[in-house]
């Protein structure tokens, strides 16, 4: 079953409990910080199915129809139909949305590639898993994920001392039902406008935190649940001109606060397993197959950043000034090299377990740490580019609704053949991509998102083929021994070969 924008924003209307400061948001699809966010939303479930786009975005299997973010693939054209589907929700936001529907549920689906990871140890719920997957993709769900502790829980005697509750999400009570968690989780972007969220540990855990170690997919209006946003970026009279990314795409972050909130024992599917509870995300396929999606999505914004960098340049008539054309030329260039470390984790393709696919993990985390490493020289590149045109304009699009202003404002900062209004509405955009809370948020995301550099380079370690690598520098030097001439060089190379 697809679901339609009408029917997503109805089915957010759940009663979950949303604080912006010492408020509560009653509705979250009217709430000015929110509305505009539910109604991006909104348009692209309205985008995702649209008949003209079903065999780009759905499939079918046994007779049902399914988001193509939830196909287990088993072939090479499956990742490619998978890459389709991520392009298409990333093209629609531009990639600035890092929390779109595809998102988690490329975690899942990669979860369920190798369900029996959770047979091997004790406290994995193998069948609550495939239960789970089969209920999100059936009710074209969109989840979240929240899989890291609050900074405050890393001191945990510091609590233990004083005898205070750790901040750490923990299970404080179970019994056959379930378990009661208290505590919290960081960081569930996109959570005001999701269905449900995994709860998780993408970091490591010591052998001693069981309880801490629970891993489990709820619904976010989920009773003793709270939700705390970090302050909105999109407010109430802020004008779609002035902020045409913030208003359209700021897909909010919450803090989760457990407060005995009780969790069906089906909705569990790690507990009392500190090291399974991280493990699931990499011997499983749920690491490699979500974050192609993230490279998907950087893909996507890097080329809509080439395109304002090179219209910015125009629009100051600089554009043909050597200096600039060697700018743009390098950004160009990255533009591409990236997307093609995209397309080669499917053209590189690898087996993975039980008869499935994934992209190659190598080129993954290559991609990754390039975005993590580049981003914000991106930002800088493009911030030269500007100089300090966005300081020039009015505060706001609004003095062309006074006559006089209007008038002032069309004779003096019209500059050649680019009407005032045109200028201001690119500069208004770069500087939202570049300059504003939206975009300094952003900067954090991209380089924090996966976890620290030491963690993504780690990845990079692990996944480099140091045997092979070794072998041919080994080989090589196996052709000439000590002190040996160039002369004889061949002679000792054709003897070693026979």
């Not at 697809?2 to 409990?17: H, N, P």
């Not at 087996?351 to 975005?371: E, K, S, T």
């Not at 609004?398 to 680019?418: H, K, N, S």
Request: with cysteine; proline share 5%.
């Amino acid at each position: 079953m697809l679901m339609t924008g009408k029917e997503y924003l109805q089915s957010i209307r759940d009663g979950r409990v949303i604080y912006v400061g010492k408020e509560r948001v009653k509705d979250q699809t009217t709430h000015p910080a929110f509305a505009d966010g539910a109604r991006t939303y909104a348009a692209l479930f309205d985008m995702k199915s649209d008949p003209a786009v079903r065999d780009l975005m759905t499939f079918e299997e046994d007779g049902e129809c399914y988001s193509m973010y939830y196909l287990q693939p088993r072939s090479q054209e499956d990742l490619r139909r998978r890459n389709r589907a991520h392009r298409k929700i990333a093209d629609f936001c531009f990639g600035l949305m890092g929390r779109t529907p595809d998102a988690f549920a490329g975690n899942l689906t990669g979860l369920s590639l190798k369900p029996e990871v959770f047979d091997s140890e004790p406290g994995g719920g193998r069948n609550n898993l495939l239960a789970i997957y089969q209920h999100v993709r059936r009710n074209d769900l969109f989840a979240t994920y929240a899989i890291v502790p609050p900074q405050g829980a890393r001191n945990k005697d510091y609590y233990l001392a004083k005898g205070l509750p750790q901040p750490a999400l923990r299970v404080t009570a179970e019994d056959d039902k379930g378990v009661t968690l208290n505590g919290m989780k960081m960081l569930a972007s996109g959570a005001a406008y999701a269905h449900e969220v995994l709860i998780g540990n993408v970091m490591p855990l010591a052998p001693d935190q069981l309880k801490e170690s629970v891993t489990c997919v709820i619904p976010l209006n989920l009773a003793g649940l709270t939700l705390w946003s970090r302050e909105p970026f999109n407010r109430a009279g802020m004008n779609r001109f002035d902020r045409p990314l913030t208003t359209r795409f700021d897909e909010s972050d919450c803090m989760l606060v457990f407060k005995d909130a009780k969790v069906p024992q089906e909705k569990v599917i790690v507990h009392d397993n500190p090291a399974l509870s991280r493990n699931i995300y990499i011997q499983t396929a749920a690491h490699v197959i979500s974050n192609h999606q993230s490279n998907v999505r950087f893909g996507s914004k890097l080329r809509f950043m080439l395109g304002v960098a090179s219209l910015i340049a125009r629009f100051t008539g600089a554009r043909d000034i050597p200096a600039v054309r060697d700018t743009l030329g390098r950004l160009a260039a990255m533009e591409a090299g990236y997307n093609a470390m995209i397309d080669g984790q499917i053209e590189a393709y690898q087996p993975f377990d039980n008869g499935f696919v994934i992209f190659n993990r190598r080129y993954l985390y290559a991609a990754i740490h390039w975005a993590m490493e580049n981003h914000s020289q991106l930002i800088g590149i493009m911030r030269e580019l500007m100089g300090g045109g966005q300081f020039q304009f009015p505060a706001s699009i609004d003095v062309l609704e006074d006559p006089e202003l209007r008038d002032l404002f069309e004779t003096f900062w019209t500059a050649g053949e680019f009407a005032a209004a045109d200028r201001m509405k690119l500069f208004k955009l770069a500087w939202d991509l570049i300059g504003s809370d939206h975009a300094s948020r952003a900067a954090s995301y991209e380089k924090f998102f996966v976890g620290p550099a030491f963690a993504v380079r780690n990845y990079n370690f692990i996944n480099a083929p140091w045997d092979e690598l070794h072998a041919a520098v080994e080989g090589f030097m196996d052709t000439y021994g000590t002190g040996e001439s160039a002369a004889n060089t061949e002679p000792m190379r054709q003897q070693r070969r026979s």
